[in-house]
């Protein structure tokens, strides 16, 4: 049973009128920092949830100006106000939706913001999603309105690498510019879009919408399919109320019917029955993960990255399934980084050609460290690094004390250090910055 809160007309006073009991339906409330500016969010999981194997469709709701909140349990309610949300509140969303034959039921996340989202913002909140419900990730949608609208376009406009994330964007009044950049990264990742507006909106002018549509198609090579508009006949700025209605329909599909028609073709793995996890373990990072079946596997390399969106290599593991046999692997990441660690694995195949995995988010608070890669070392130094070192002071001491040689660095993983001016010998290398002041002993060696 679901409380339902219902909107109280008047001076922005929100009360709570009636409970209605909702069957087989749960939204409930999450107090997670999901991104900076989201601290918490509303979870719509669907009738049945979970089902052993399933992979489900997500939705990622982005609310209007009106509901920003600091995610409080008295603030959070406002996002019940309007849009997919109030739907699931009111017991009014479909549990279920048919496209091609085959029935989907959503994932639906609802984040409150603290003011406009940003672009890592959306981003991380999918990272999150992707890490922690079982989403299949080539059916990964979005849609918002008014300030959440603006999102639902500049997501996807930023970069053709979140415009490609996405298997469909429904932006509904969006509160952004017609600009050139959003219309050629959309169209050029042929990303599905079905924007609607009310022709009269006071707050939002309809120009907006109608100038991105045309920039999308009017492209030399123009998306396919072409970007989609509806404009309704209102002087009023709810768009949404009617878009988000499962019953309005054009050419026979309402907005989620037309979403589930497009999916993305990401290749999940050559592999069958990847089970890939990620867990913290005394402030280091241990990657654990099983296949059901290997076929012309070469490898798994392991990726780490700070945004969910840049990765580079960590380590690579042999792959070991014989005769399409599966295996079980583990990895140790000793050196995380300080806070966000994504993870993924790119699997290679004896052909050269590779495929990724799903994402896996650790968040680390652990201490900074150093070390001397490779030690002796032969002409340039790595400090190989945990965290990111900010004009950093480098010092070389010879064993009688003297100092040799001194540098100002910058940067973070493998940082390279030529020693070329030293003599053969043993020295004392000392590393200060802000977080940390760590001595080592190196052997400097010239063949």
């Not at 209605?245 to 993305?264: A, C, D, H, T, V």
Request: proline share 6%; aromatic share 10%.
């Amino acid at each position: 049973m679901m409380k339902n809160h219902f909107l109280v007309a008047g001076m922005l006073m929100l009360g709570v009128l009636a409970q209605k009991p909702v069957t087989g339906q749960t939204q409930t409330p999450r107090y997670i920092q999901l991104s900076e500016a989201a601290k918490a969010f509303y979870e719509y999981l669907p009738q049945g949830y979970p089902t052993s194997m399933a992979k489900y469709p997500l939705i990622l709701f982005v609310h209007g100006y009106g509901e920003i909140g600091q995610g409080t349990s008295s603030s959070l309610p406002l996002v019940l106000r309007n849009g997919i949300p109030k739907l699931i509140n009111e017991g009014t969303f479909p549990t279920s939706f048919v496209s091609g034959g085959q029935s989907y039921r959503f994932i639906v996340l609802s984040p409150q913001f603290t003011g406009f989202p940003s672009v890592n913002d959306i981003h991380n909140i999918l990272n999150y999603a992707v890490a922690n419900y079982p989403v299949d990730i080539n059916r990964i949608y979005l849609t918002g309105l008014s300030m959440g609208g603006a999102a639902a376009w500049y997501y996807p406009g930023y970069h053709t690498n979140f415009a490609s994330r996405i298997a469909a964007t429904v932006p509904i009044c969006g509160a952004t510019e017609a600009s050139q950049t959003y219309a050629n990264n959309i169209s050029i990742s042929n990303l599905p879009v079905w924007a609607t507006h009310n022709n009269g909106d006071p707050t939002v002018n309809v120009s907006i919408t109608n100038n991105l549509v045309s920039l999308i198609n009017n492209r030399p090579s123009p998306p396919n399919p072409l970007a989609k508009k509806t404009i309704f006949s209102s002087n009023s700025h709810d768009a949404w109320s009617q878009t988000y209605n499962p019953s309005f329909k054009e050419n026979g599909m309402n907005i989620y019917e037309w979403m589930l028609q497009y999916q993305r073709s990401f290749t999940v793995l050559p592999v069958s029955g990847l089970n890939f996890t990620a867990q913290a373990i005394n402030k280091k990072s241990l990657l654990q993960w099983t296949t059901a079946a290997e076929n012309n596997v070469a490898g798994f390399k392991v990726l780490r990255g700070a945004d969910g969106v840049n990765f580079t290599e960590v380590g690579y593991i042999t792959a070991k399934g014989i005769n399409g046999m599966g295996a079980s692997y583990s990895f140790n990441d000793n050196l995380p980084a300080n806070g966000k660690n994504y993870y993924r694995l790119q699997v290679q195949d004896k052909d050269a050609a590779s495929t990724y995995s799903e994402i896996r988010l650790l968040n680390l608070m652990i201490d900074a460290t150093i070390l001397i890669n490779p030690n002796p070392v032969k002409e340039t130094m790595h400090l190989q690094t945990n965290i990111v070192l900010q004009n950093a002071t480098l010092q070389i001491y010879n064993l009688k004390g003297q100092q040799l040689l001194q540098k100002t660095i910058s940067g973070n993983n493998q940082i390279p250090i030529n020693l070329n001016t030293l003599m053969p010998g043993l020295y004392v290398a000392i590393v200060t910055e802000t977080q940390t002041k760590q001595t080592h002993k190196i052997k400097f060696i010239k063949e």
